[in-house]
Each structure stands twice: as C-alpha cells, then as structure tokens.
C-alpha cells in the first residue's frame, strides 16, 4: 500500500515535504528493552534504554545499574547478564536448553520491577542462500532464501551488517602535519566502511504449504548507489521468531517505517510481551526472542554487475601556493582541505578532504580480515 | 413536430369533437413562392379562419417558397419552418402559434390517448364513451394561459378529485424527479417521485397549479377538474432566452416540503463545480452540502453526519453500489453524462430505504432520449466519455448507453520514469438503460451498471475492483390513486490482489458481495389528507470474504478460502403523509426490519467473561445451510412534521432510527480498494442510529434564495472499531479483532443557496463534533483508555462556497472554496531507539490535528454556438484546481529511514493543476 503515495503524487502533482518533528511533550521514560537472546555459542547483549521526548537533543538515555536474569520456566539455573556499564547488558554463550522456556527478569536500580513473558528457544535454520538479482530498471536487490524442512520455524527475521570499499577521487601522498607537509606511510585512498541494518526485515511462510521463504528483501540499491562501484560485501544474521515475536515486529514496522500511504492504519504503540510487574499498564517497548542465529556473508563485485556505472564527484582541483601561506594556513583547521601532491616546490595540488581522503566518508583504512 | 401531430391525429379519431373534425378540412391552396413570412400570412388569414400569432421581429424577413394544393396547414407549416429554429402549434380556435425555443406541446383540451386498440375498442362499445373517455384521458397539457379540463361531470357537484400523471422534460421526455406540484397561492401540494409521477387530490373546480423544478422553466396550469383524470405535463428545460430573461422564482420546496436534511443536486449544477482534472464529479458536489465531509481530499468517501465511509447507501438507478470510486477514489465511479441528479437523504430517511446508518445517497441516471437519436461526451487529461441515447420504438421505449474509459495506461508509460515504468492504473465504467412505455399504465425500467478499476503499482501487485450491477422494475399505476413498483435487482461488487513477484509466494486473493434483491413498493393517496407508503423488500446477501490461492506454478501459497457467509434481511415498511392542516403535516413511517444469518457456517464460541481471542475459543458450532445461525430484527422510526409560519418560512422536526446489517471492516482512515465488507453475525451486532433533528427554512428575495439551518443530534450503537493491529483478511474469527464502540455525533448546519440568476450557487456552513467511545467489556486495551475521542473525520468547521456567475450566455465563471478544520491524527510523542533504528512513541489516538484545509477552484466554461440545429453543441472548460497552490496536508506522519525518525507533510493535491475538457453533445 505504500506505493500508492508515489503514483498519487505523480497524477497528482501533491508531494511530501519535510515537515518539523512533533514538540508534544510526554514521550520521555519509557523502558525500551532491546536486542535478542541467543541461546548457543553466541554472545548475548539485551540494552535497556528509555524513550526521549523529540525536544531532547541528547542521545538516547541508557539504563544502567539493572539486574537482568535470564529464568527458565521449570526453575533450574538463572542467568545473569552483566552490565557493562553502557545500558547493554551482556553474555558470553548461554548455551540454554532447547526445550525449556525463558523469561527475562528485569529489576532497575531504581527499583521498579519488569518481566517478560516465558518464550521458547526457537533455533534458526540455516540460511540456504543470499542473492541478489539487477532487475532491468536499474535496480538491485539482495534477498534472503531459507527454508525449514521439519516446517516447525515459520517466521523469520534478519539482521545485517553491511561493508563497502571505496575510494577517494585523488590519492593523497602527503599529509600536513603542523607547518609541514609529511609523505603519508598509510594510504588514504581505499576505505571499507561498515553499517549495520536500520530496517526491521521480517518475513513468514506460515501461508504457504512448506516452510520456505523464496526471497525475502534484504537491501534495495538503486543505480549509482556508491556502495557497489567497487567491491561489497554483506554478512545476514537470520533469527527464528514465534508468532507473536513476528506480530510485534510487524506492528512495529508499520507504525514506524511503513507510514504516510493514503490508506495506512492508525499508528499506535505495539504492545511487546515485557510488563511491568506492578503496573501492568504501563508500555514498556520491545520483545524478548531467544533463537540460534544462522548467519552468511556474501561479496558483490562491481564487475559481476550489468552496469553499475560510477558517478564522478565534484571534486575540483586547487593549488595551495607556499610562497604565500604557509602549510597550516592552507591546511590546518578550519581548512577541510587535503594536499595530494607537488606541482612544483612551492605548488601543491590539494582538494576538499572527501575527494582526497576516503575516512572523511566515514570508513577506516583497515581492511577487514574476511576481505578477500 | 411531426411527431406531435401524429399524436393529434390519432386522438382525432377518438376524441369526438366535430369541431376537431372540420379543422381537418381545412386546406391551403397557392404559390408562396419567393415571399417573406408576413406576406403568407397575411394570404393564408385571408383565405381559412386561421390567425397567426408570432414575433413580427424574428420571422418579418424570414423568406418562404413553396406552393401548396389542397394541404393541410399543419404540413405546409411544416415545410415552412423546415430548417429554421421555429416550432409552431396549432389550437382548435384556429390559432397558429409560431415561436423560437424549445419544443413544448400544444394542445388545446386533448392530449396523448393511450393507443392500445383494446382500449379504443372498449371505448367504443360504450354507450357513455364519451364520459368515460373524458375521465380516462391524459391531458398533455403544455401551454401556460389554458384552461385545461379533467374529467366529466359537473363542476358545482362539490367533493374531492385526484388529478395524477407524469411530469416530464420537454426535450427528452425524461421523467422529472421531485418537482414540485403545487395549487398555487396555498401550502397543498405534492412532488413527483422518482419516475416523475404525481397525484394530487383537491376540491372539485377549477385551480391554477404551479409546477417548480431545478433546472427547469416553471410551469402554471390551470384546470377544471370534473373528476379523477391524468395529466401530464412537459416542462421546458430552463434555457435563458436572448435578451429578455424574466425569471419567476417560486421556488418554494425548501420552505414547503416535509423532508429534512435532504438536498438536491442536478448534474447541470454538478457539472458547474470545478473538479479535478475538469471531470465533473457527483460525489464531490456532495462534498460541498453541509453535513458532508470526507476523511481525505482524495477520498469519495463520504462522511454525513459523523457517519462512516459505510453508513451510506449509495444507489445508482436503485443498484447499491459498495464502491463508488474510481481511480484510488479520486474520481466517483458515475459518468456525469449518465446521470440526471443526486438526491442525498440525510435526516428524515423515507422508510422504503434502510439498511445503512447515516444517509442515502440516491443517484439518478437519465433515461434516453425518446424523441431523438442524441448523445454527448468529453474528452479530459485523463479520461475520454461518450453516451448514446434514443428512442428504439417511437416514443415508447428509450435507451441510453454510455462509457468511460482512461488513458491513463498511457501517461504512466510514456513517463519513462523508473518508478511508475511498471506501474498500471486503468479503470472503466459503462451504463444502460432501457425504459419501455407499456400502454398509459406501465412502464419497465431496465438498467445495468459495469465499473471496474485495476492497478498495478511498481511492477509488483495488482489491485482490481469493480461494481456489477442490474436491475428491472415494473411500474404499474392502479386508477389515479395508487401506484406500485416491482423491482428485482442483482448487485455485486468484487476486489482482488494478485502479486506474481515472488514465484513461491504468488497469490491472487479474492472477495466478493453477491446480493440479490427484489422490493414491492406502493404509494396510495387516501382521501385529501393521507399518502401513504408501503411495501416489502428482502435482500439476500452472498459474501465470499476471502479466497487466497497460490498464482503460480512454483507457488507455494497455501489455499485458504473463508468460509462463505450469508443473510437474508427483510423489511415491511408503512409510511403516511398526513397533511393535518394547510401548514402542518407529518410524515410518520415505520419500518421494521428483519435480519438472519444463514447457514452454513461455522461460529466459535468464548470463555464468557474473557477477552475474544483465539486462545479464548472453547467451542465451535457448524450451522448446516439454510439455518438461520442468528436473527435480530429492529422497528426503524421515521417521523418527521413541517409547520408553514409564513409563505416563506417554516420549521421541521424530525426523529428517526435506523439499523445497519452490513459492515465495511476497514481500519484505514480513507476507503481503501481493499477494504472487505462483514455481515452481522453472532459477536457483531448491527449498528443502530438514532437522530433527532430541528430545522428552520426561509426563503428570501421572491423566494429565489434559500436559507435553511438545521441543528442534529445522533447517537450511534454498536459501531465497529478495531484493535490495534487487527488483521481483516482472511480471518475466519473477525469477532477477535474488532472492539464494539458507541458514538456520537451534533452539529449545525446553515445553507444559503440561491437557485436563480446570473449569480447562483450555495454557502453552507457546518459545525460539528462526532466522538467515539470504546464500550467494550471484553475489550482488553480499549482505545484511548475508554475515554471518548473524536473520530477520524471530526472536523468542527466546515465551509463552502459554491458561486458561478453568467456573464454572457456563452462564458460563465465557477468559484469553489473549501475551508475545513484539519483532521484529527494520532501524532507520536516521542522517540526511542529499538532494532537499529530511532522509532517513533505513540500515545493516544486523534489528540492532534493537522492544520487547516484551504482550497479555492476556478473554473471557466465557454460554450459554443446557442444555436438549435447545429450538428453538435460543444463546450469547452478551462479550470485550476486548487488555485492558490496550497499544500493542504492530508496527513502528517513520521517515518524511521536510515535510522533516524523524520517528518513529512503529505498533500495529495500540492499543487495548482490547472485542466482543459471539451465536452460536445449532438
């Protein structure tokens, strides 16, 4: 339904326009209990924040100082996760029973006392394949294919953490240190940046006669998109969610990501299966699932592409004359210029930093271990 | 002409006048050629008793050439005028009549006589032929200044005659609904129904009746009723004549008529409207009466009364149409071409409708054209129309076709932009109509209705809906008193979703209403002061509420079909119109309907006490076909009286109720194509309304402005809302989803409408609150905590303002202004951080409104040639839509993207689109 906006406001000629964030008051404190109990080899790490109001400027208000214990159904042992001191609260491998049931019990510093409901472990399936697939209108998308032959999953969700090298328009070789200028001993023209999934990536079998899901979206590049002019590279995280785990994200998709079509629902707050256990009104957000996750990690050259053509940045050439300012002038802050090389002894050729050097992008130099 | 005199000569041969008779003699003899028109006649005065009346001005230079041996006069007139815009008619004093404009009929104390040979046989035989002939013949009455005579007998015997028949347009013949037919000077009166039909009784003697209609010249007669006897009349169509416009305003339905809350719209005042793209557009005219609103500006849904999108029936020649929208619900699913007028019943409800809460929305298609072969069309940005009508046996039988198709298809390819290269949007909509004269005493009606729409956005899934409809009626008239009509009728409406995208995942789904329905309804005037409506109705609902299947060979969709449901609702209705007093009448009506759910379905049943969920369900029970699984009948009130305080003035009071079976279970603010419809059943109880509701009407200015205001109250039970996250499709166990609510709604409404004149249009101002209420015991997390909120479409201020001004016959100049309170919305109150990405904090529902709407239209019609004979009449329409370029926002909504929270302002029509339509008739 989404897609009606656009056709609308083509026939139309209406649009959407950036409109200011809501000033109402009365949105701050709410728990928020983040993240995904694994239940085998896996490291655990379940982050307690509070809600802000849009006014707040700040970052995101973590809560630290709770006790959070993970607790089987039939008593047995409990699990404590530790709190690292930045509102994550964490576990080496907890390595829990298949066929019990768990809750989280969470009691704040301040005392205020929450549970979740008892969950299953639902372990994964392994992931068959990541692909992707350029359709001819210049558009590439990376799915995920799964299936569970037992027919017991059903509803699955994923996570990725994406990384792309680039590189900068001009090799830098000299770098300004103080008043002079230093040949660099690490280039900055090759950059792999990293950036883990915003979007909420669900998907279910549970109408279809097996359990399989055939494609499922994972990311959508449209032409141009930088991130595959030169190499790319994807590692999907799959989950299994219960029934309801998958309601609650699929509600939480659409009162956040899937909103402004003509014909959507009233947005309203999903209710997670985390209570307060003296108020048992009182919103808390999030939902707790203990699965095994499968994961893979697949490379996309931009070789391997149709066409994926790259566009040119802006990125026009100056000269920094040494006989009038010094190194610093030209290149010290608030300069964000970057020298690339000589022209000449008292010429040097320099550019805006983004076109000369690949970490103003936001990447690192270091290329990852898995890179090929 | 031809066509008249026919007429005139067969009822020659039946209506025994001598006098008739020797006019038929009457020859002309001579060589006219190379004369003007003054000089023949003065040479034909001079040789028969024939006397010429005309305006010397327009026929003095007018050339004649022609000889004549022995033929009649009626014939030589008729080569005369040939191919001039002059029409003649000729008296039984001999009087020749010659006039430019539009065809009206003229005969004096005769009329069309029923040609049926077993009735002139019968008359024949009888001895009191004469009699009787006088007391069965339909008077044709058409001229003004006439006496015209009904019946036999003696005018002095005293007592009370009914005089009945049809009122139909001049031009076409078409019936013309609810004019007014009044005894001039007084309060009595009545209004034609929906096949132009009236019945009037009075004090035996002579009257002087007054005829009022939109849109139509007003017509006086004048008669002598002896004893009961038709007569029908044929209004000219209002077509301002040249130079001299003399308009008599007795305009006087608002003030003089006992409905409430009801207003008429003929599609010449539609087509003024500037509408979007320049297509003319019923339901959004109906947008501008008060009381109207809609939840979006690109939505036909319409909400009256603080009524939802589903509390409306709309009816299309008496087909329920359940999605009257094209195109995403921009354009309304009616041909303008097609249609005659809108009549919008929202307070005092005639008992023979029910079955839906807030209004009924009753749209009229034109019959043909039973004259001559006609038609007309448009061509717009985006759609392209043309309709065809005619007579198929002389003036007995009629059709009228007509289509609508779009472009669009088109547009959207040759757009070559990557985000609508796979997109489609096409939709079609086709009408007929069939009316068959049978003998003076029945008419058939048969009429059928096609629409359908399909769009696929994106390459990915396609949407397809569409309205089917057909139904015959048979009108029959017993005597001059009673009226019935049979009607039997087939409705269907349909929508799917297909997507192939996924070749494991592919799937069509489907859902259908199938209703059949047949009515009997009757009207019967007893004595001078009653009326009296009655009659039966039964609707037989056939829903298929989903039907998923796998749309592909490698699909792998699991096929799952909701169980069938249907219901069989019924209703016996009686109404009378006593007229207790020249200036108090009252229409008191009850209806009482009747409603099964019918096998075979399968219902579960609830640990009482605990919410309805699935992990609630103790029990199911299967209900085998045909029994009735659950039965709730309702009696329906409809009362509603008019005092006269002056001749121009007076005040109404109404009560009604009404109960509703079917339900459009729809969680979605506009009407979406994909909304599915729920009969009642066991857990969803039918929604019952009731309305109170205080008018005062006035009339200024010789009655050619109408001022009414009108104040109401509503109260509405069982009102479905919906839990957050609820699913509706394909759920067997929709009890589970939704939450019962109650609601309510008041307001005041003030119209200022002037009908007449260069200047013409309407102001109407509402204000008003609709507010709803979780009042379910069962429901776990009651919206808004159970608190009352306002609905999606609450919107206190409403104005608008309707104005077109003529400044000559050929350019006229259309205004339309639009104010509103925004909408309520549910706006987020904050943030937080979960799975990656800021996400939005919501609260309480509809505490927050998005800014005002503001919208102002223009629109320029220029017409071609005013000439009569030309081969087709075209027109052309420039407008703007939404002049001042306002972005009013639909909504305001804020979606996670790359993990950040952002905010958007939405408008639907952004921007100025200005349009061109050419629009022809022939």
């Known amino acids: 339904m989404k897609r009606f906006i656009p056709i609308l406001l083509l026939v139309a000629g209406g649009c959407s326009t950036p409109y200011p964030l809501p000033s109402v008051p009365g949105g701050h404190g709410v728990l928020v209990v983040d993240g995904v109990i694994y239940a085998g080899n896996d490291s655990t790490a379940i982050r307690l924040t509070r809600s802000k109001d849009f006014s707040d400027s700040t970052t995101i208000p973590v809560e630290t100082g709770a006790h959070v214990v993970l607790e089987p159904a039939s008593g047995g042992t409990s699990y404590t996760l530790k709190d690292n001191g930045s509102g994550y609260y964490v576990s080496a491998g907890l390595n829990l029973d298949n066929s019990q049931t768990y809750r989280l019990d969470i009691t704040l510093s301040g005392g205020a006392h929450y549970q979740s409901d008892y969950v299953p472990v639902v372990p994964s399936p392994a992931i068959d394949s990541i692909n992707f697939v350029q359709s001819p209108t210049d558009r590439l998308t990376i799915f995920a294919n799964t299936h569970d032959p037992a027919g017991k999953t059903r509803y699955y969700m994923w996570r990725y953490v994406e990384t792309y090298e680039y590189h900068s328009f001009y090799a830098s070789l000299y770098k300004a240190v103080g008043d002079t200028l230093l040949p660099r001993d690490t280039s900055v023209e090759v950059c792999y940046r990293s950036i883990a999934s915003t979007d909420i990536l669900i998907a279910s079998s549970a109408g279809l006669t097996a359990d399989q899901i055939h494609e499922a979206p994972i990311e959508i590049f449209y032409n141009n998109d930088m991130r595959l002019w030169i190499e790319y590279s994807t590692l999907v995280t799959q989950i299994a969610l219960t029934e309801g785990a998958y309601n609650y994200w699929q509600n939480m998709k659409a009162n956040s990501e899937n909103l402004g079509s003509i014909f959507g629902p009233q947005p309203f707050q999903a209710q997670g299966n985390i209570h307060s256990v003296s108020n048992p009104n009182e919103v808390v957000i999030g939902y707790v699932s203990i699965s095994t996750p499968a994961q893979q990690r697949i490379f996309i050259q931009n070789g391997q592409l149709t066409s994926w053509p790259v566009s040119l940045p802006n990125c026009p050439e100056e000269t920094a004359d040494?006989?009038?300012?010094?190194?610093?002038?030209?290149?010290?802050?608030?300069?964000?210029?970057?020298?690339?090389?000589?022209?000449?002894?008292?010429?040097?050729?320099?550019?805006?930093g983004d076109c000369a050097d690949c970490r103003y992008d936001g990447g690192t130099v270091i290329k990852p271990s898995y890179w090929p | 002409m031809r066509h008249f005199l026919r007429l005139a000569c067969l009822l020659l041969t039946l209506t025994i006048t001598a006098r008739a008779g020797a006019q038929r003699l009457e020859t002309i003899t001579g060589d006219f050629r190379g004369i003007r028109f003054p000089e023949f006649v003065t040479r034909v005065e001079a040789s028969t008793d024939f006397r010429f009346y005309y305006i010397p001005s327009a026929l003095d230079t007018m050339p004649v050439s022609l000889t004549a041996n022995n033929s009649p006069l009626d014939s030589v007139l008729e080569e005369v005028l040939d191919n001039t815009p002059f029409r003649f008619a000729i008296d039984s004093l001999k009087r020749v009549f010659v006039w430019q404009g539009s065809p009206i009929q003229t005969r004096l104390a005769a009329g069309y006589y029923g040609k049926s040979d077993t009735v002139r046989r019968r008359l024949a035989r009888r001895d009191n032929a004469l009699a009787e002939n006088q007391s069965r013949r339909i008077l044709h009455a058409a001229v003004d200044n006439r006496l015209y005579t009904i019946g036999s007998g003696n005018a002095t015997e005293g007592g009370r005659v009914t005089v009945a028949g049809y009122i139909r347009d001049a031009a076409s013949e078409e019936p013309v609904i609810g004019a007014a037919v009044q005894l001039e000077n007084t309060k009595t009166g009545t209004s034609t129904d929906q096949y132009g039909f009236y019945s009037l009784t009075l004090s035996r003697g002579r009257h002087t009746l007054r005829i009022t209609s939109v849109g139509m010249q007003d017509v006086t007669r004048h008669v002598l009723l002896l004893s009961d006897g038709r007569m029908d009349v044929d209004m000219p169509e209002f077509v301002p004549i040249l130079k001299t416009v003399v308009v008599d305003a007795s305009k006087t339905v608002n003030v003089q008529s006992t409905r409430m809350g009801f207003q008429k719209l003929d599609i010449a005042t539609i087509k003024q409207?500037?509408?979007?793209?320049?297509?003319?557009?019923?339901?959004?005219?109906?947008?501008?009466?008060?009381?109207?609103?809609?939840?979006?500006?690109?939505?036909?849904?319409?909400?009256?009364?603080?009524?939802?999108?589903?509390q409306n029936l709309v009816l299309f020649n008496d087909a329920t149409i359940y999605n009257p929208s094209h195109f995403f619900g921009f354009f309304t699913a009616f041909n303008p071409d097609a249609v005659k007028d809108v009549q919008l019943y929202k307070s005092s409800i005639p008992e023979r409708y029910g079955g839906r809460l807030a209004s009924v929305l009753d749209v009229t298609g034109k019959e043909g054209n039973k004259k001559k072969f006609s038609g007309s069309g448009g061509v717009g940005p985006l759609d392209a129309r043309l309709t065809l009508e005619g007579p198929i046996d002389s003036n007995k039988v009629s059709y009228l076709v007509s289509g609508r198709t779009t472009y669009s298809n088109w547009i959207l390819r040759s757009l070559n932009n990557r985000d609508y290269a796979d997109s489609r949007a096409n939709f079609y909509d086709v009408n007929a109509h069939i009316s068959a004269a049978l003998g003076t005493r029945n008419t058939i009606y048969v009429t059928g209705y096609l629409s359908h729409d399909g769009f696929r956005l994106d390459g990915d899934t396609t949407y397809t809906y569409g309205n089917r409809n057909a139904n015959i009626k048979w009108k029959h008239l017993f005597g001059s008193r009673t009226t019935s009509t049979v009607t039997a009728a087939y409705d269907h409406y349909q929508f799917g979703i297909a997507s192939q995208a996924n070749e494991v995942n592919a799937y069509s789904f489907k859902f259908s209403i199938t209703q059949w329905s047949g009515r009997l309804d009757f009207t019967t005037r007893v004595g001078t002061k009653h009326t009296l409506d009655y009659g039966l109705n039964a609707v037989r609902y056939g829903l298929q509420p989903g039907n998923m299947q796998p749309d592909s060979k490698s699909s792998l969709v699991l096929p799952v079909t909701v169980s069938q449901e249907q219901a069989l609702e019924s209703a016996a209705y009686l109404g009378d119109h006593f007229i207790i007093s020249p200036s108090l009448t009252i229409d008191a009506g009850l209806r009482y309907s009747l409603y099964e759910y019918l096998g075979p379905h399968q219902e579960y049943t609830y640990a009482a006490g605990l919410p309805r969920q699935t992990?609630?369900?103790?029990?199911?029970?299967?209900?085998?076909?045909?029994?009735?699984?659950?039965?709730?009948?309702?009696?329906?009130?409809?009362?509603?009286?008019?005092?006269?305080?002056?001749?121009?003035?007076?005040?109404?009071?109404?009560?009604?109720?009404?109960?509703?079976?079917?339900?459009?279970?729809?969680?979605?603010?506009?009407?979406?194509?994909?909304?599915?419809?729920?009969l009642s059943d066991p857990y969803i109880q039918p929604e019952i309304g009731k309305q109170w509701s205080l008018g005062y009407y006035h009339n200024l200015a010789s009655n050619s402005i109408e001022v009414?205001?009108?104040?109401?109250?509503?109260?509405?039970?069982?009102?479905?809302?919906?839990?957050?996250?609820?699913?509706?499709?394909?759920?067997?166990?929709?009890?589970?989803?939704?939450?019962?609510?109650?609601?309510?709604?008041?307001?005041?409404e003030i119209m200022v409408r002037k009908t007449t004149g260069k200047l013409n249009g309407w102001i109407s101002y509402t204000w008003s609150r609709t507010r709803l209420q979780s009042d379910d015991p069962l429901a776990e997390s009651p919206v808004n905590e159970g608190r009352w909120y306002p609905s999606d479409f609450d919107k206190p201020n409403i104005l608008n303002v309707v104005g077109n001004y003529k400044f000559t016959h050929r350019i006229g100049v259309s205004l339309n202004v639009a104010y509103s309170t925004g909408r309520p919305i549910t706006l987020p109150i904050g943030e937080y951080y979960l799975g990656g990405s800021y996400r939005t904090l919501y609260s309480d529902r509809n505490q927050y409104r998005v800014p005002d709407y503001f919208r102002t239209d223009l629109a320029v019609d220029i017409e071609g040639t005013h000439r009569i004979k030309v081969?087709?009449?075209?027109?052309?329409?420039?407008?703007?839509?939404?002049?001042?370029?306002?972005?009013?926002?639909?909504?305001?909504?804020?979606?996670?993207?790359?993990?950040?929270?952002?905010?958007?302002?939405?408008?639907i029509f952004g921007t100025a689109i200005p349009f061109v339509t050419y629009n022809f008739r022939f």
């Not at chain 2, 500037?274 to 979006?296: H, I, N, Q, W, Y």
Request: net charge neutral.
């Open chain 2, 615 to 678: 992990d609630n369900i103790t029990d199911s029970t299967t209900y085998g076909a045909g029994s009735a699984i659950k039965r709730y009948s309702y009696p329906e009130v409809r009362i509603s009286g008019r005092l006269v305080l002056s001749p121009n003035s007076s005040i109404k009071a109404g009560f009604n109720t009404l109960a509703q079976y079917i339900h459009m279970m729809s969680n979605t603010t506009a009407i979406s194509p994909t909304d599915i419809w729920k």
């Open chain 2, 273 to 310: 409207v500037p509408a979007v793209l320049g297509e003319p557009d019923v339901l959004r005219v109906v947008l501008t009466l008060p009381g109207v609103t809609s939840a979006s500006e690109g939505s036909t849904g319409l909400n009256v009364r603080g009524g939802a999108a589903d």
């Open chain 1, 322 to 352: 040494l006989t009038k300012h010094g190194v610093a002038w030209y290149f010290g802050p608030p300069s964000i210029n970057v020298p690339i090389d000589y022209a000449s002894p008292t010429l040097v050729l320099m550019a805006a």
């Open chain 2, 871 to 907: 081969f087709a009449h075209s027109s052309w329409t420039l407008g703007v839509y939404n002049l001042t370029a306002r972005k009013n926002p639909y909504s305001i909504y804020y979606s996670s993207e790359n993990g950040v929270v952002n905010g958007y302002k939405l408008s």
């Open chain 2, 708 to 748: 009414s205001g009108e104040v109401y109250y509503k109260q509405i039970d069982h009102y479905l809302d919906y839990k957050s996250g609820a699913v509706l499709l394909l759920n067997n166990h929709l009890e589970t989803d939704v939450i019962n609510t109650h609601g309510k709604s008041y307001g005041a």
